[in-house]
């Protein structure tokens, strides 16, 4: 029987990359935090968290509260803004000094940019997109992303830090602890950092309906919409349940809707009341986007669709042909309870 190599457990701390945008903490940056404080405890460290920005100082709190026993905290002018090298110069040399044995970023635009660039900095490996993190054996983590129809597990036995990015909702929230005390240790900014992008503007995007993230209910359709036509009526009727319209990758890939909706692995991670997946086939990399839906509904003409193995009520019919009928019943529903 082949024996796993011992490793020699690494004494350093578990880290997150903590973002914020306006001066306010990204969601993602407080789940990783609670899961840092879990992994953390299995290995006796330390959680520390790096975070970046211009007079941020009093967020530091909610770092804290949230698991973090040190806050490692860089603040200037230049800061305010996401700047890739500055962002990558300080926590490159941060770690190097610090020896963190897991880094954690989340995975938003920020995330995707910066994690490869710290990780070809540090020479070590980087897991996108993970589902899980769990400590085997040999006290090394196990990075967890949906592959090859379930799940496959990627460790990093030799380099460090173990770097992983993954995305808001995989992770719960944790409820904070006010009276949890940590420290805040002030990082210097370096003035001589490569500087080729300077941040002339900020123009925040306006995005139509409901937002994905906090709808109750979510719609999302695939490629069974068939053309640009069936897509407009899968609109329609995520109008008429007052729905946020999500995305798969092929319906991304046919222009009929952007990459900024898309649910799923390398998309965005729902928790809606309803779920309704409409000309999907239910592939292992969406369906983990949907995995804190309550309701679970699909809408399929393939009887045997995987899809309906993973899901509470299901529509045996051609979309194109159901949705009309669903939106006039809808409506119909709608003026009843009106005119009552």
């Known amino acids: 029987e082949r024996r796993l190599p011992v490793i020699e457990k690494a004494a350093g701390p578990v880290w997150v990359v903590v973002e914020q945008l306006e001066c306010r903490i990204q969601s993602v940056s407080l789940q990783l935090v609670g899961?840092?404080?879990?992994l953390a405890d299995q290995l006796g460290v330390?959680?520390?968290?790096?975070?970046?920005?211009d007079d941020v100082e009093r967020q530091t709190g909610e770092i804290i509260a949230a698991?973090?026993?040190?806050?490692?905290?860089?603040?200037?002018?230049?800061?305010a803004n996401y700047q890739p090298e500055l962002y990558t110069e300080m926590?490159?040399?941060?770690?190097?000094?610090r020896s963190p044995q897991i880094l954690l970023m989340g995975s938003t635009s920020m995330g995707r940019e910066l994690a490869p660039l710290v990780a070809a900095r540090l020479e070590t490996g980087l897991t996108a997109h993970c589902i899980d993190l769990v400590l085997d054996e040999r006290q090394i983590l196990e990075q967890r992303i949906p592959a090859y129809g379930g799940l496959l597990s990627i460790v990093c036995p030799e380099k460090r830090p173990q770097m992983a990015t993954v995305a808001r909702g995989v992770?719960?929230?944790?409820?904070?602890?006010?009276?949890?005390?940590?420290e805040v240790v002030a990082v210097a900014v370096p003035t001589d950092a490569p500087a080729r992008v300077e941040t002339l503007e900020?123009?925040?995007?306006?995005?139509?309906?409901?937002?994905?993230?906090?709808a109750a209910i979510v719609v999302v359709g695939g490629a069974g919409a068939g053309d640009a036509e069936g897509w407009r009526k899968i609109a329609k009727m995520a109008?008429?349940?007052?729905?946020?319209?999500?995305?798969?990758?092929?319906?991304?890939?046919?222009?009929?809707?952007?990459?900024?909706?898309?649910?799923g692995q390398s998309g965005k991670m729902v928790s809606p009341e309803l779920y309704i997946g409409v000309g999907l086939s239910g592939e292992l990399q969406h369906m983990v986007g949907i995995a804190g839906a309550r309701t679970m509904?699909?809408?399929?003409?393939?009887?045997?669709?995987?899809?309906?193995?993973?899901?509470?009520?299901?529509?045996?019919?051609?979309?194109?042909?159901?949705?009309?009928?669903?939106?006039?019943?809808?409506?119909?529903?709608?003026?009843?309870?009106?005119?009552?």
């Open 35 to 38: 899961k840092a404080r879990e």
């Open 46 to 53: 330390d959680v520390e968290a790096v975070f970046l920005g």
């Open 67 to 79: 698991g973090a026993d040190r806050v490692l905290l860089g603040e200037g002018a230049g800061l």
């Open 91 to 97: 926590i490159s040399k941060l770690a190097r000094s």
């Open 171 to 182: 992770f719960p929230t944790p409820e904070p602890d006010p009276a949890r005390r940590g």
């Open 202 to 214: 900020v123009v925040q995007e306006t995005l139509d309906g409901v937002p994905l993230e906090s």
């Open 239 to 263: 109008e008429a349940l007052n729905a946020a319209l999500g995305c798969t990758r092929p319906a991304v890939d046919e222009g009929w809707a952007g990459l900024e909706t898309m649910v």
């Open 297 to 340: 509904v699909a809408i399929n003409k393939d009887i045997k669709s995987p899809v309906f193995e993973q899901v509470d009520i299901g529509v045996v019919d051609d979309c194109r042909e159901f949705i009309p009928v669903l939106i006039e019943k809808i409506n119909a529903y709608r003026e009843r309870n009106l005119t009552c």
